[in-house]
């Protein structure tokens, strides 16, 4: 059945509640409100009683995919199982109820709270300090380019270039563009990493930094980040590190023990908050000791005096780049994140990522026959297959594909990204998948083979079991129709 708008569901006099008579004189809206704020119309609300407005949002919900329905291989994103947990933590009124503007006193839980999750995301990642400010992961990519732009300015040196590595996700130039840099892209080499001859020929004295991801978006660790690191210092630049694939590094190596100035987490990534949809999310930004001068404000600090300890909010850094965020950046987030770390702790935060690697080197290990593999295992959290051999002989394309596995109920993986594998199909399993729901993914995926050699006309004409069926793609984002789909 096709889902109706609910303006659609609407009859005239229908109600959702009812109220007890009133004893009170109803004032009329001309004596509440001055006359330039009345309607001139009433509004157009659809009448509906409650228990159709239940099943008419029931019923939408089940058109939707999310990680509480079944595995969301996302590459690059971590679409991790959220466990339940944190909402309870959020839901607590000591939180929940809080206004932002309140006095300090009364938010004392909240301030420390901040405090403690700044810590902690310091130790897991080396930094020497960390704001929370960031409201996702771009966010923190600006935070983290303003400050190093602040750092050069402070020596007096006008540097105009960052330095981008070419499988980098679409937010390093972007976030690079915003602060005013221009954008120089460094090559991979023939395994999947950063090419340092490139790399050096490129990094000149205008270089401010480089920002790099590690692991990188093909799943592989930059082995040379030592060397890399000692190259970019000696030439007075600044390391910037994309923590978006920190899922494999919790608990095992560290960005700061590598060298970098500068990272970014995604919270709503490795440390498991609800995202997808648009947010909200959390990006809190990382830095060595040379950077803390210049951190975002207001940052929370623990004043242990005589009459004990006391949280407050100090706006007053005067080397500071500002305010990232209204307020204290998206602090329901903060509370998801801080309650998921503290149920793991460290040897439980260690697992996550060893989880994470073992799952996506065994599902990689169902599927590398039929799929090509452009760089050799092993591979860290993540990999990315490419549909070149179903394009060329079957003319089944990677976008065809992801339809297909629609139709097995699963979400489709990343496909097309990063731009440096043709036909990507990127894959990212997370450590929250059993081994049998990954093998009900490979199984899909071999039986997609299967079909793109035996009836390519079925995989170029999937989705054919879902609510809707396959949009032209470009028409589709130009012409949004959410009236009729089908
Ligand atoms: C997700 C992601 C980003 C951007 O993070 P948002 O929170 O979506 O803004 C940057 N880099 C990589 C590698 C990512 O996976």
């Known amino acids: 059945m096709r889902e109706q708008l609910i303006f659609n569901l609407s009859r005239e006099g229908r109600k959702g509640y009812s109220l007890a008579p009133n004893d009170i004189r109803e004032l009329t809206p001309e004596e509440t409100l001055p006359a330039e704020f009345l309607r001139k119309e009433p509004a157009d609300l659809p009448e509906i009683p409650e228990s159709e407005v239940v099943r008419h949002f029931i019923r939408l919900s089940n058109l939707n995919y999310h990680v509480d329905k079944n595995m969301y291989p996302l590459g690059s994103c971590t679409m991790k199982y959220n466990p339940k947990v944190n909402d309870a933590a959020c839901d607590l009124a000591g939180f929940s109820e809080l206004h932002p503007l309140q006095p300090e006193k009364t938010v004392q839980g909240a301030l420390q709270m901040m405090y403690e999750l700044s810590g902690m995301l310091a130790e897991i990642a080396g930094m020497a300090a960390v704001s929370l400010q960031p409201a996702a992961g771009a966010h923190g990519e600006l935070a983290g380019i303003l400050l190093i732009r602040k750092y050069h300015e402070a020596r007096g040196s006008k540097r105009t270039k960052l330095l981008v590595v070419d499988s980098a996700h679409g937010t390093n130039p972007a976030s690079a563009a915003i602060a005013g840099y221009s954008i120089v892209s460094v090559k991979s080499a023939s395994d999947g990493r950063t090419d340092l001859a490139d790399l050096r020929e490129k990094l000149d004295d205008d270089v401010a ?37 920190m899922n494999a590094l919790l608990g095992i190596t560290r960005p700061g023990d590598m060298g970098f100035d500068v990272v970014h987490y995604n919270l709503h990534k490795s440390f498991s908050a609800p995202h997808g949809g648009g947010g909200p999310g959390s ?51 903060l509370i998801r994140a801080y309650t998921y770390i503290r149920m793991l702790g460290s040897e439980g935060l260690r697992r996550v990522s060893e989880n994470a690697i073992i799952n996506a080197n065994y599902l990689l290990g169902r599927l590398d026959e039929r799929y090509e593999l452009p760089y050799p295992k092993p591979v860290m959290h993540e990999f990315c297959l490419s549909g070149d051999r179903q394009k060329k002989q079957h003319g089944v394309r990677t976008l065809d594909i992801a339809k297909r596995i629609l139709d097995y109920g699963f979400h489709a993986p990343t496909i097309y990204f990063p731009l440096i594998v043709s036909e990507a199909l990127m894959i990212e399993p997370t450590e929250t998948e059993t081994r049998e729901s990954l093998d009900m993914f490979a199984d899909a995926l071999l039986s997609i083979a299967d079909e793109a050699e035996t009836s390519p006309e079925l995989v170029l004409s999937a989705p054919v079991s879902t609510p809707v069926k396959r949009l032209d793609e470009a028409q589709a984002s130009r012409q949004l129709n959410i009236c009729c789909p089908g």
């Open 283 to 333: 990006g809190p930004v990382g830095v060595s000791e040379k950077l803390i001068p210049y951190l975002p404000v207001p940052i929370v600090e623990k004043i242990v005096g005589p009459e004990g300890t006391v949280y407050r909010l100090n706006s007053e850094c005067s080397g500071s780049i500002g305010r990232m965020m209204n307020f204290y950046g998206n602090f329901a987030v």
């Open 209 to 245: 930094a480089i920002m790099l991801t590690n692991p990188n978006t093909i799943g592989l660790f930059e082995k040379e980040i030592l060397e890399i690191e000692r190259m970019v210092h000696e030439n007075g630049s600044l390391l910037y590190m994309d923590g978006a694939n």
